[in-house]
């Protein structure tokens, strides 16, 4: 049973505000630790990051050159990851790269001749330098792909697949996802002896419900939500093009709406994120591309705007909201009968109404 006691002095700053570790976080200790392949497949939002990064990191030798490697399918995703491992690697004197597609190959290569024992990459751009010999597979001995379901997925695993190929044959394997568990056997090739960790409750703290309204509409019920108090809402749509048309009719109501699309460059996106964290914007609009791996503290409100079309979808989502146990809020905006019938597949929700500033239940 994981504990504080199992874990550097040099942690207790960084590791300040865990009072106890959840539940994946225990299980995978141990399976880390001892050097086996392993899967994390948990709710989104109950510490997956930790869960790899304590036992993983324990493992590396300072002043050892390259050894471990974790992959995040964006480059929003990638960056979160890089700053907790920061955090961890520095007291222990251990030093990281952060290797992503959109920023400067040539300052990358500039880091990387410097030595550092951790690399934090998006797969596309780990593979240029890969190929260049900057990242040395041969002294690789632990990769780690977070949100694996998405890096299996073609558009990735074109950049994956020839990366994991040039690592050693004894290297260890560790793979974390909210939804991985179709993938489980798709992995058997190259990581033999999976071990799955597979925690699939937690306390519930998100309440989910819908609201009917005609499809016309919906834009002017974004406005009533926008104006609760203290709203703060990540709004999902299902295609690309109808971001900038929701944001120009709310920013003409003057509505704080912010869309961030997955071309969004990577210092504004940044920029963008940093205001809705600090209340600047009161809805965030985004695809399900653009919002992977983003990671919200104390978000109140997921709104699906449109009905996510599967069930992995919704997950993630959801998982934006209620995460490390607290409490929040999926609105579900069903604008006809298809989107009800898909809403009540994902998971039994009441129906409301937004009446005087706050929702009220229909019985």
């Avoid at 695809?287 to 992977?292: M, P, V």
């Amino acid at each position: 049973m994981l504990t504080k006691n199992d874990l550097p002095q040099v942690w207790t700053d960084v590791l300040a505000d865990v009072s106890d570790f959840t539940d994946v976080q225990k299980a995978s200790f141990e399976i880390i630790s001892s050097g086996k392949n392993s899967l994390a497949t948990s709710p989104t939002g109950t510490g997956k990051t930790l869960a790899y990064l304590l036992p993983s990191l324990l493992k590396v030798q300072k002043k050892q050159g390259q050894q471990l490697l974790v992959l995040a399918p964006n480059s929003e995703l990638a960056g979160q990851i890089f700053e907790v491992v920061k955090s961890l690697a520095t007291p222990l004197g251990l030093n990281a790269n952060l290797v992503i597609s959109g920023a400067s190959i040539k300052r990358q290569i500039e880091r990387i001749k410097k030595g550092p024992e951790i690399i934090v990459a998006t797969p596309g751009r780990a593979l240029d330098l890969v190929k260049d010999k900057k990242i040395k597979m041969t002294s690789i001995n632990t990769i780690i792909l977070d949100e694996v379901d998405n890096l299996l997925e073609t558009s990735q695993w074109r950049f994956v697949k020839p990366i994991i190929t040039r690592t050693p044959k004894t290297y260890q394997f560790i793979a974390s996802s909210a939804t991985a568990h179709e993938v489980f056997d798709k992995m058997s090739d190259f990581a033999p002896d999976l071990v799955e960790v597979n925690v699939e409750k937690t306390e519930p703290t998100v309440e989910h419900f819908m609201i009917k309204v005609e499809n016309r509409k919906k834009i002017d019920l974004l406005r009533q939500i926008a104006h609760l108090p203290n709203m703060r809402g990540l709004v999902f749509f299902n295609r690309l093009e109808d971001l900038g048309n929701a944001e120009e009719k709310l920013t003409f109501q003057n509505i704080a709406a912010v869309s961030i699309a997955s071309d969004v460059n990577g210092r504004f996106r940044k920029t963008i994120i940093e205001r809705f964290k600090t209340g600047q914007i009161t809805l965030l609009l985004a695809t399900d591309i653009a919002a992977r791996g983003l990671d919200i503290n104390d978000l109140d409100y997921v709104i699906n705007f449109d009905i996510p079309v599967t069930a992995e979808s919704y997950t993630h989502r959801a998982g934006r909201t209620g995460r490390m146990g607290k409490s929040g809020v999926v609105v579900n905006v069903v604008g006809n009968s298809f989107d009800e019938k898909n809403v009540k597949h994902y998971q039994k929700q009441p129906e409301k109404v937004l009446k005087a500033g706050e929702f009220i239940s229909l019985k």
